[in-house]
């Protein structure tokens, strides 16, 4: 058996068609030009107050020319018509963007599964149905693991079968996004459940970056990032289950994919992300003080912020992090208002923000128990001027990840390569 997820284009249906074998199980989402159109057209009837009936007359075209079948086409024109209904009723109560853009976004994966499966004739699965969710005593919400192994024991075990992939559905009812193309995740947790053989992962880039082999580590470290094509969740399962993942690319042919498996290739790659800022919090308040880092990122995760980067010296004097460029005002009033609010800490406490920073980082196996490494990273930067304002590096010696200004971001990415 081999698990395949999918990324719909009307171009790709034949040759998507034509990878669904006997022993398939296939779980497709929507191409992102078709999740752009969806997504304006919830803006415009929540955000503006407008109707959508352009956008949706456009969505309902490129399902329609996916097959002429009778049948599928009455189903596609009912779709689309719930979809305008809920959306137009949407314009006069107060609701969730976040609860319409799942739901939404839920059914147009399933019209993907369904044209699919409109031409290969296999079993069919909503995939909201076997990828559950739910809300602990706060509210927030986290993936089931266990209850959706259950369901997906019980229920994916005959092939041929198409699954629309990327949403959950919690305990109380409500559909739910799964992780960032969680269609992946989904494909390589029922391919640890059913013991696959392998999986494939058919997406919209060239493979990896177009790296032809990687381990599970490796590309692990890569989906860390922001450019990353899919969430280094979903290589998880296949990690713990020791299948192979072959990534794809839905529209090249000729490009044979990329590798992730245990084969070490002893290679090292560079990523740079850039529009980050970089807060550095110090000051006595930090030193010796049980629970401090613990207080200032549940402040952070409070206010909604995501860290890509952490950095903190032994002398417990000062910690930085990274964030999104576009966090980084709420991230330091969330921050000022920690050290205001608490009459424990000292008043001697700073937060400084740099806005314009970039990281990159350095990856790969060939990095581990090998002396010089580092040495070799800094000299290189330091020889073309570039100034590196904070440094991490993980105890599995896998990566290292440097703060440069932003500027310098490209150029320090080129010298490392």
Same mark, same amino acid.
């Given at each position: 058996?081999?698990?395949?997820?999918?990324?719909?284009?009307?171009?790709?249906?034949?040759?998507?068609?034509?990878?669904?074998?006997?022993?398939?199980?296939?779980?497709?989402?929507?191409?992102?030009?078709?999740?752009?159109?969806?997504?304006?057209?919830?803006?415009?009837?929540?955000?503006?107050?407008?109707?959508?009936?352009?956008?949706?007359?456009?969505?309902?075209?490129?399902?329609?020319?996916?097959?002429?079948?009778?049948?599928?086409?009455?189903?596609?024109?009912?779709?689309?018509?719930?979809?305008?209904?809920?959306?137009?009723?949407?314009?006069?109560?107060?609701?969730?963007?976040?609860?319409?853009?799942?739901?939404?976004?839920?059914?147009?994966?399933?019209?993907?599964?369904?044209?699919?499966?409109?031409?290969?004739?296999?079993?069919?699965?909503?995939?909201?149905?076997?990828?559950?969710?739910?809300?602990?005593?706060?509210?927030?919400?986290?993936?089931?693991?266990?209850?959706?192994?259950?369901?997906?024991?019980?229920?994916?075990?005959?092939?041929?079968?198409?699954?629309?992939?990327?949403?959950?559905?919690?305990?109380?009812?409500?559909?739910?996004?799964?992780?960032?193309?969680?269609?992946?995740?989904?494909?390589?947790?029922?391919?640890?459940?059913?013991?696959?053989?392998?999986?494939?992962?058919?997406?919209?880039?060239?493979?990896?970056?177009?790296?032809?082999?990687?381990?599970?580590?490796?590309?692990?470290?890569?989906?860390?990032?922001? @450019?990353?094509?899919?969430?280094? *969740? &979903?290589?998880?399962? %296949? =990690?713990?289950?020791?299948?192979? !993942?072959?990534?794809?690319?839905?529209?090249?042919?000729?490009?044979?994919?990329?590798?992730?498996?245990?084969?070490?290739?002893?290679?090292?790659?560079?990523?740079?992300?850039?529009?980050?800022?970089?807060?550095?919090?110090?000051?006595?308040?930090?030193?010796?003080?049980?629970?401090?880092?613990?207080?200032?990122?549940?402040?952070?995760?409070?206010?909604?912020?995501?860290?890509?980067?952490?950095?903190?010296?032994?002398?417990?004097?000062?910690?930085?992090?990274?964030?999104?460029?576009?966090?980084?005002?709420?991230?330091?009033?969330?921050?000022?208002?920690?050290?205001?609010?608490?009459?424990?800490?000292?008043?001697?406490?700073?937060?400084?923000?740099?806005?314009?920073?970039?990281?990159?980082?350095?990856?790969?196996?060939?990095? @581990?128990?090998?002396?010089?490494? *580092? &040495?070799?990273?800094? %000299? =290189?930067?330091?020889?073309?001027? !570039?100034?590196?304002?904070?440094?991490?590096?993980?105890?599995?010696?896998?990566?290292?990840?440097?703060?440069?200004?932003?500027?310098?971001?490209?150029?320090?990415?080129?010298?490392?390569?």
């Amino acid at each position: 058996m081999i698990v395949k997820s999918f990324v719909l284009k009307r171009q790709s249906l034949d040759r998507i068609a034509r990878e669904i074998g006997p022993d398939t199980v296939a779980v497709v989402r929507p191409q992102r030009r078709i999740e752009a159109l969806l997504r304006e057209a919830i803006r415009l009837t929540l955000v503006e107050k407008k109707r959508s009936d352009e956008e949706m007359a456009r969505f309902e075209a490129y399902f329609l020319e996916m097959s002429e079948d009778a049948s599928y086409q009455a189903d596609v024109k009912a779709t689309v018509e719930s979809i305008a209904t809920y959306l137009r009723e949407g314009m006069y109560v107060q609701t969730s963007a976040t609860a319409v853009e799942d739901y939404v976004m839920a059914k147009c994966a399933r019209m993907c599964a369904e044209a699919v499966n409109a031409r290969v004739k296999a079993r069919f699965i909503d995939g909201t149905e076997i990828m559950l969710c739910r809300s602990d005593a706060k509210g927030d919400q986290h993936f089931d693991w266990s209850a959706s192994r259950e369901q997906i024991s019980a229920r994916c075990n005959q092939t041929p079968l198409v699954i629309s992939g990327g949403y959950g559905r919690l305990d109380s009812g409500y559909v739910v996004r799964v992780g960032k193309d969680g269609a992946h995740l989904m494909a390589s947790l029922i391919a640890e459940v059913l013991k696959a053989d392998g999986i494939e992962f058919h997406i919209e880039d060239h493979g990896i970056d177009g790296i032809p082999a990687m381990t599970y580590d490796e590309a692990a470290h890569y989906c860390a990032s922001a @450019r990353a094509p899919f969430s280094s *969740s &979903a290589i998880w399962p %296949a =990690k713990n289950a020791g299948i192979p !993942i072959l990534v794809k690319d839905i529209a090249d042919d000729s490009f044979k994919g990329t590798l992730i498996s245990t084969d070490s290739v002893h290679r090292t790659a560079v990523l740079a992300d850039k529009d980050l800022a970089l807060l550095t919090v110090y000051g006595t308040g930090l030193l010796g003080r049980v629970g401090m880092s613990g207080g200032i990122f549940s402040c952070l995760a409070a206010a909604g912020v995501n860290v890509r980067f952490i950095a903190q010296t032994s002398s417990e004097y000062s910690i930085s992090f990274a964030v999104k460029a576009d966090d980084a005002a709420c991230a330091e009033e969330a921050l000022r208002g920690l050290f205001r609010d608490n009459p424990l800490l000292p008043l001697d406490d700073v937060v400084v923000l740099d806005q314009a920073v970039g990281i990159v980082t350095v990856f790969g196996s060939r990095m @581990r128990n090998l002396p010089g490494t *580092s &040495a070799a990273v800094y %000299a =290189k930067l330091g020889a073309a001027g !570039i100034n590196i304002i904070a440094s991490a590096q993980g105890g599995e010696e896998l990566s290292i990840s440097l703060v440069v200004a932003e500027g310098d971001t490209d150029k320090a990415a080129e010298l490392l390569q």
